[in-house]
C-alpha cells in the first residue's frame, strides 16, 4: 500500500496542474454561447484518457451535450467499476463579486479556488489520478464515464 500511496503522492502535482486546465474552460452547459466550451471540455478529458493508453475512448454526443465514455478492460476474471463524473458547471453569476477569476484555478490559503474545482472537475482529475497510479493498467476494468450536461439535469443521460 505505501508503494501505491507514494505513487499517488507524486502524482498530485501534474493533476492539480490537469485541474487547473479544465477549470480554465469555462464549460457552462447551460448556456448556448459556451457550448464551443463543453465540447472542449470533452476533448481534453478524452485525450487524458488516450494519453494514458486507455483503448476505447468516445465522445458522444446525441442530442445533448458531449459525454465521454473510456472503457480500460478488465484483467482476466476482475470486475469492471464505473467513475463518474462531469465537466459541466454552473453559470458564474456576477463576475465582480468573485475574489479572482472564476475560470483560473487560484491557490488561497492551502485551498484551491475557481468554478468546477470541486463540482465537478476535481472528480475528473481524481478518476484521473487513479489510472495514473496504475500506469493506465488498473487491477479492474474501469469505464470512466464524464458526462457534459450534469448542471442541466441530464436530460440524455
Not at 4 to 32: F, H, N, Q, W
Amino acid at each position: 500500500m505505501t508503494d501505491l500511496r507514494d505513487r499517488v503522492k507524486a502524482l498530485i502535482p501534474g493533476v492539480l496542474e490537469d485541474l487547473s486546465r479544465l477549470v480554465a474552460i469555462p464549460s457552462v452547459s447551460s448556456m448556448p454561447d459556451h457550448h464551443g466550451d463543453v465540447q472542449a471540455t470533452a476533448e481534453a478529458v478524452a485525450q487524458y484518457a488516450r494519453d494514458l493508453g486507455c483503448p476505447d475512448v468516445r465522445i458522444i454526443a446525441e442530442g445533448g451535450q458531449p459525454a465521454v465514455i473510456a472503457r480500460f478492460p478488465a484483467p482476466e476474471g476482475a470486475p469492471t467499476v464505473c467513475l463518474y463524473a462531469h465537466h459541466d458547471v454552473q453559470p458564474t453569476g456576477d463576475r465582480a463579486l468573485w475574489t479572482s477569476d472564476p475560470f483560473q484555478a487560484t491557490r488561497r490559503d492551502g485551498r484551491l479556488y475557481g468554478r468546477g474545482v470541486v463540482d465537478d472537475k476535481a472528480g475528473i482529475a481524481v478518476h484521473l489520478a487513479a489510472l495514473r497510479a496504475f500506469d493506465g493498467k488498473p487491477p479492474v476494468g474501469v469505464t470512466l464515464f464524464v458526462e457534459g450536461e450534469e448542471e442541466v439535469g441530464s436530460p440524455t443521460l
